[in-house]
Protein backbone atom coordinates (compact mmCIF):
# COMPACT_ATOMS: atom_id res chain seq x y z
CA UNK A 1 0.00 0.00 0.00
CA UNK A 2 1.13 3.52 -0.70
CA UNK A 3 1.42 5.84 2.86
CA UNK A 4 1.57 8.96 1.94
CA UNK A 5 4.58 11.01 3.73
CA UNK A 6 4.75 14.34 6.26
CA UNK A 7 7.03 16.71 6.96
CA UNK A 8 8.37 16.94 11.23
CA UNK A 9 8.46 20.42 11.85
CA UNK A 10 11.03 22.71 10.66
CA UNK A 11 14.14 20.02 10.32
CA UNK A 12 13.29 18.50 6.52
CA UNK A 13 12.60 14.88 7.83
CA UNK A 14 9.33 13.55 6.68
CA UNK A 15 7.40 10.29 8.08
CA UNK A 16 5.25 7.91 6.85
CA UNK A 17 1.69 9.02 8.19
CA UNK A 18 1.70 5.56 9.73
CA UNK A 19 3.90 3.96 12.11
CA UNK A 20 5.12 1.25 14.19
CA UNK A 21 5.85 1.60 17.77
CA UNK A 22 7.39 -1.13 19.64
CA UNK A 23 6.57 -1.20 22.91
CA UNK A 24 4.46 -4.43 22.22
CA UNK A 25 7.62 -6.06 20.90
CA UNK A 26 9.38 -5.44 24.44
CA UNK A 27 6.98 -7.68 25.17
CA UNK A 28 4.05 -5.58 27.16
CA UNK A 29 1.68 -7.21 28.55
CA UNK A 30 2.87 -10.78 27.30
CA UNK A 31 5.44 -12.46 25.58
CA UNK A 32 6.05 -12.00 21.58
CA UNK A 33 8.46 -14.12 20.18
CA UNK A 34 11.75 -13.19 18.09
CA UNK A 35 9.94 -14.86 15.22
CA UNK A 36 6.64 -13.05 15.95
CA UNK A 37 8.23 -9.37 16.80
CA UNK A 38 10.48 -10.19 13.15
CA UNK A 39 7.21 -10.87 11.41
CA UNK A 40 5.26 -8.06 12.87
CA UNK A 41 8.22 -5.46 11.56
CA UNK A 42 8.46 -7.23 8.04
CA UNK A 43 4.64 -6.59 7.47
CA UNK A 44 4.87 -3.42 8.90
CA UNK A 45 8.04 -2.70 5.79
CA UNK A 46 6.26 -4.82 3.30
CA UNK A 47 2.74 -2.34 3.95
CA UNK A 48 5.23 0.68 3.27
CA UNK A 49 5.71 1.44 7.07
CA UNK A 50 9.02 3.48 7.26
CA UNK A 51 9.15 4.98 10.47
CA UNK A 52 9.10 3.19 13.82
CA UNK A 53 9.27 4.55 17.39
CA UNK A 54 11.04 2.28 20.13
CA UNK A 55 12.42 3.30 23.28
CA UNK A 56 14.62 1.66 26.46
CA UNK A 57 11.59 1.30 28.47
CA UNK A 58 10.02 -0.88 26.06
CA UNK A 59 11.75 -4.25 27.45
CA UNK A 60 14.47 -2.80 29.04
CA UNK A 61 16.18 -2.30 26.01
CA UNK A 62 14.83 -5.61 24.08
CA UNK A 63 12.38 -3.62 21.33
CA UNK A 64 15.44 -1.79 20.41
CA UNK A 65 17.78 -5.01 20.25
CA UNK A 66 15.19 -6.22 18.14
CA UNK A 67 14.47 -3.20 15.90
CA UNK A 68 18.38 -3.19 15.34
CA UNK A 69 18.43 -6.87 14.06
CA UNK A 70 15.54 -5.90 11.83
CA UNK A 71 17.53 -3.31 10.65
CA UNK A 72 20.98 -5.08 10.10
CA UNK A 73 20.12 -5.31 6.12
CA UNK A 74 18.34 -2.29 5.26
CA UNK A 75 19.63 1.06 4.33
CA UNK A 76 20.08 3.15 6.96
CA UNK A 77 18.50 6.28 4.75
CA UNK A 78 15.37 4.07 3.93
CA UNK A 79 13.44 4.68 7.61
CA UNK A 80 13.03 7.19 10.54
CA UNK A 81 13.67 5.88 13.77
CA UNK A 82 12.95 7.69 16.68
CA UNK A 83 13.76 6.62 20.59
CA UNK A 84 13.36 8.45 24.03
CA UNK A 85 15.81 9.67 26.40
CA UNK A 86 15.02 9.62 30.29
CA UNK A 87 15.58 6.35 31.54
CA UNK A 88 19.27 4.94 31.75
CA UNK A 89 20.02 1.34 31.38
CA UNK A 90 22.64 -0.37 33.29
CA UNK A 91 23.25 -4.47 33.52
CA UNK A 92 21.20 -5.73 36.20
CA UNK A 93 19.90 -9.60 36.36
CA UNK A 94 17.14 -11.90 34.99
CA UNK A 95 13.36 -10.67 35.89
CA UNK A 96 10.30 -12.00 35.31
CA UNK A 97 8.63 -8.58 34.44
CA UNK A 98 9.26 -4.78 35.10
CA UNK A 99 7.05 -1.81 34.63
CA UNK A 100 4.41 -4.20 32.81
CA UNK A 101 6.75 -5.94 30.21
CA UNK A 102 7.59 -9.55 30.32
CA UNK A 103 10.75 -11.33 30.62
CA UNK A 104 12.59 -7.93 29.90
CA UNK A 105 16.32 -7.77 28.71
CA UNK A 106 17.97 -7.55 32.53
CA UNK A 107 19.26 -4.42 32.83
CA UNK A 108 18.42 -1.51 36.27
CA UNK A 109 16.83 1.55 34.99
CA UNK A 110 17.33 4.79 36.14
CA UNK A 111 15.90 8.21 35.60
CA UNK A 112 17.90 10.66 34.92
CA UNK A 113 17.06 13.78 32.41
CA UNK A 114 20.62 15.67 32.82
CA UNK A 115 23.16 16.20 29.97
CA UNK A 116 25.26 13.49 31.14
CA UNK A 117 22.64 10.89 31.84
CA UNK A 118 20.73 11.75 27.91
CA UNK A 119 24.04 11.09 26.34
CA UNK A 120 24.98 7.73 28.13
CA UNK A 121 20.80 6.72 27.60
CA UNK A 122 21.51 7.64 23.46
CA UNK A 123 24.75 6.34 23.32
CA UNK A 124 23.31 2.82 24.68
CA UNK A 125 20.51 3.11 22.29
CA UNK A 126 22.13 3.48 19.22
CA UNK A 127 24.56 0.36 20.05
CA UNK A 128 21.40 -1.48 20.75
CA UNK A 129 19.78 -0.23 17.31
CA UNK A 130 22.81 -0.75 15.63
CA UNK A 131 22.96 3.39 14.51
CA UNK A 132 25.45 5.99 14.82
CA UNK A 133 22.37 8.43 14.67
CA UNK A 134 18.72 8.57 15.32
CA UNK A 135 16.61 10.77 13.76
CA UNK A 136 14.01 11.79 16.71
CA UNK A 137 14.92 11.54 20.09
CA UNK A 138 11.69 11.87 22.82
CA UNK A 139 12.21 12.75 26.04
CA UNK A 140 10.23 10.12 28.16
CA UNK A 141 8.18 10.46 30.56
CA UNK A 142 9.35 14.00 31.55
CA UNK A 143 6.53 15.58 34.20
CA UNK A 144 4.83 14.90 37.25
CA UNK A 145 2.24 12.63 35.79
CA UNK A 146 5.00 9.77 36.19
CA UNK A 147 6.97 11.30 38.63
CA UNK A 148 4.93 13.33 41.17
CA UNK A 149 5.62 16.87 42.20
CA UNK A 150 8.75 16.86 44.02
CA UNK A 151 10.85 14.19 41.67
CA UNK A 152 8.89 16.10 38.81
CA UNK A 153 9.85 19.09 39.65
CA UNK A 154 14.01 18.16 40.39
CA UNK A 155 13.66 16.18 36.63
CA UNK A 156 12.06 19.16 34.71
CA UNK A 157 15.19 21.32 36.16
CA UNK A 158 17.84 18.71 34.90
CA UNK A 159 16.18 18.78 31.55
CA UNK A 160 15.91 22.75 31.35
CA UNK A 161 19.21 23.27 33.16
CA UNK A 162 21.36 21.14 30.92
CA UNK A 163 19.56 17.79 29.44
CA UNK A 164 17.91 20.20 26.51
CA UNK A 165 21.61 21.65 25.58
CA UNK A 166 23.35 18.09 25.14
CA UNK A 167 20.15 17.34 22.74
CA UNK A 168 20.59 21.15 20.86
CA UNK A 169 24.83 19.43 20.50
CA UNK A 170 23.96 16.35 18.84
CA UNK A 171 21.21 17.88 17.19
CA UNK A 172 23.59 20.28 15.86
CA UNK A 173 26.22 17.62 15.43
CA UNK A 174 24.28 15.63 12.61
CA UNK A 175 23.87 12.87 15.63
CA UNK A 176 19.83 13.57 15.75
CA UNK A 177 17.21 15.21 13.70
CA UNK A 178 14.84 16.32 15.52
CA UNK A 179 13.88 16.75 19.37
CA UNK A 180 10.65 16.28 20.99
CA UNK A 181 8.63 15.25 24.38
CA UNK A 182 7.19 11.36 24.44
CA UNK A 183 4.33 11.78 27.13
CA UNK A 184 1.00 10.85 27.72
CA UNK A 185 -0.25 14.47 29.23
CA UNK A 186 -0.35 18.37 27.31
CA UNK A 187 0.08 20.48 30.27
CA UNK A 188 4.07 19.25 30.87
CA UNK A 189 4.43 19.95 26.76
CA UNK A 190 2.76 23.28 27.46
CA UNK A 191 5.49 24.36 30.14
CA UNK A 192 8.46 22.81 28.26
CA UNK A 193 7.60 24.79 24.75
CA UNK A 194 7.89 27.89 27.26
CA UNK A 195 10.89 27.45 28.00
CA UNK A 196 12.17 25.93 24.74
CA UNK A 197 11.07 25.01 20.84
CA UNK A 198 10.09 20.93 20.12
CA UNK A 199 10.22 20.08 16.80
CA UNK A 200 7.53 17.59 17.49
CA UNK A 201 6.20 15.95 20.43
CA UNK A 202 4.70 12.24 20.64
CA UNK A 203 1.24 12.45 22.01
CA UNK A 204 -0.21 9.55 23.81
CA UNK A 205 -3.79 9.26 24.48
CA UNK A 206 -4.28 12.60 24.28
CA UNK A 207 -5.82 13.86 20.91
CA UNK A 208 -8.28 10.77 20.34
CA UNK A 209 -11.69 10.39 18.97
CA UNK A 210 -12.63 10.10 22.78
CA UNK A 211 -10.25 12.61 24.79
CA UNK A 212 -9.22 15.67 23.28
CA UNK A 213 -6.85 17.17 26.37
CA UNK A 214 -4.59 18.46 23.58
CA UNK A 215 -7.48 21.22 22.56
CA UNK A 216 -6.56 22.52 25.76
CA UNK A 217 -3.52 25.35 24.43
CA UNK A 218 -1.44 22.30 23.11
CA UNK A 219 -2.69 22.42 19.47
CA UNK A 220 -2.36 26.38 19.18
CA UNK A 221 1.08 26.05 20.73
CA UNK A 222 2.13 23.87 18.34
CA UNK A 223 0.48 25.82 15.37
CA UNK A 224 2.10 28.51 16.49
CA UNK A 225 5.97 27.43 17.42
CA UNK A 226 5.45 24.65 13.97
CA UNK A 227 5.62 21.80 16.41
CA UNK A 228 4.24 18.26 14.67
CA UNK A 229 2.69 15.40 16.43
CA UNK A 230 2.46 12.29 16.54
CA UNK A 231 -0.19 10.30 17.84
CA UNK A 232 0.05 7.31 20.29
CA UNK A 233 -2.58 5.58 21.94
CA UNK A 234 -5.18 6.35 19.31
CA UNK A 235 -7.69 3.70 20.75
CA UNK A 236 -7.27 5.19 24.35
CA UNK A 237 -5.68 2.01 26.17
CA UNK A 238 -8.19 -0.29 24.29
CA UNK A 239 -11.75 0.76 24.64
CA UNK A 240 -11.64 2.83 21.21
CA UNK A 241 -10.71 -0.44 19.45
CA UNK A 242 -12.96 -3.07 21.94
CA UNK A 243 -16.07 -0.65 21.79
CA UNK A 244 -17.57 -0.04 25.78
CA UNK A 245 -17.61 -4.05 26.52
CA UNK A 246 -17.55 -4.59 29.99
CA UNK A 247 -13.45 -4.91 31.21
CA UNK A 248 -12.92 -2.51 28.48
CA UNK A 249 -9.81 -0.28 29.64
CA UNK A 250 -9.09 3.53 29.01
CA UNK A 251 -5.97 5.78 30.09
CA UNK A 252 -4.04 2.17 31.45
CA UNK A 253 -7.14 0.79 33.54
CA UNK A 254 -10.63 -0.17 33.52
CA UNK A 255 -13.02 2.15 32.25
CA UNK A 256 -15.70 4.18 34.70
CA UNK A 257 -18.82 4.45 33.95
CA UNK A 258 -18.80 7.83 32.16
CA UNK A 259 -16.31 6.42 29.81
CA UNK A 260 -18.33 3.65 28.67
CA UNK A 261 -21.29 6.03 28.48
CA UNK A 262 -19.26 8.53 26.18
CA UNK A 263 -18.17 5.34 23.82
CA UNK A 264 -21.23 4.04 23.73
CA UNK A 265 -22.70 7.13 22.33
CA UNK A 266 -19.14 7.64 19.82
CA UNK A 267 -19.94 3.94 18.62
CA UNK A 268 -23.15 4.51 17.67
CA UNK A 269 -22.59 8.14 15.53
CA UNK A 270 -19.84 6.01 13.47
CA UNK A 271 -22.14 3.15 12.86
CA UNK A 272 -24.40 5.68 11.84
CA UNK A 273 -22.14 6.96 9.07
CA UNK A 274 -20.96 3.48 8.07
CA UNK A 275 -17.65 3.44 10.10
CA UNK A 276 -17.04 0.89 13.03
CA UNK A 277 -15.35 2.70 16.45
CA UNK A 278 -11.94 1.61 15.61
CA UNK A 279 -11.82 2.81 11.79
CA UNK A 280 -13.18 5.85 12.96
CA UNK A 281 -10.69 6.81 15.98
CA UNK A 282 -8.19 5.41 13.20
CA UNK A 283 -8.90 8.28 10.88
CA UNK A 284 -9.38 10.87 13.19
CA UNK A 285 -6.00 10.54 14.09
CA UNK A 286 -5.32 10.00 10.46
CA UNK A 287 -7.34 13.45 9.18
CA UNK A 288 -5.87 15.22 12.23
CA UNK A 289 -4.08 19.24 10.24
CA UNK A 290 -2.28 18.88 13.63
CA UNK A 291 -0.85 15.09 13.07
CA UNK A 292 2.42 14.08 11.12
CA UNK A 293 1.72 10.23 11.92
CA UNK A 294 -0.11 7.71 14.09
CA UNK A 295 1.58 5.33 15.81
CA UNK A 296 0.05 1.71 15.53
CA UNK A 297 1.93 -0.27 18.28
CA UNK A 298 0.92 -4.52 17.92
CA UNK A 299 2.63 -7.51 18.43
CA UNK A 300 0.90 -9.36 15.96
CA UNK A 301 0.73 -9.20 12.20
CA UNK A 302 -3.28 -9.83 12.14
CA UNK A 303 -3.53 -6.88 14.31
CA UNK A 304 -1.56 -4.59 12.60
CA UNK A 305 -3.35 -6.09 9.44
CA UNK A 306 -6.26 -5.12 10.30
CA UNK A 307 -5.52 -1.50 11.71
CA UNK A 308 -4.04 -1.01 7.91
CA UNK A 309 -7.07 -2.10 6.32
CA UNK A 310 -9.08 0.14 8.09
CA UNK A 311 -6.72 3.02 7.15
CA UNK A 312 -7.52 2.46 3.81
CA UNK A 313 -11.20 2.82 4.16
CA UNK A 314 -12.89 5.66 1.58
CA UNK A 315 -14.42 8.17 3.85
CA UNK A 316 -17.86 9.21 2.69
CA UNK A 317 -18.47 12.74 3.25
CA UNK A 318 -20.66 11.92 6.26
CA UNK A 319 -17.77 9.82 7.75
CA UNK A 320 -15.47 12.39 7.11
CA UNK A 321 -17.54 14.73 9.15
CA UNK A 322 -18.03 13.03 11.80
CA UNK A 323 -13.85 12.03 12.36
CA UNK A 324 -12.80 15.60 11.91
CA UNK A 325 -15.57 17.39 13.78
Known amino acids: MKIETKPVGKTGISVTSLSFGGASIGNLGGIVSDDDASAVLDYAWQSGIRYFDT ?48 QPLPNNVRYDYCADGIRESFENSCERLGTSRVDIIYVHDIGDLTHGAKDGARHMNDLLGSGIGALHDLKQSGRIGAIGLGVNESQVCIDVMKETPLDVILLAGRLTLLDRQAEEGLLALCEEQQTSLVLG ?81 DLTDAARAFVTS
Request: aromatic share 8%; with cysteine; glycine share 12%.
Open 55 to 102: APHYGRGLSEQRMGQFFKDKQRDDYVISTKVGRVLSAGEPMEEADGFV
Open 233 to 313: GIFNSGILATGPVPGAWFDYSPASEEIVGRVNILQEKAQEVGLTLAEAALQFGLNHPAACSVLLGTGKVRSLQRNLDAAQI
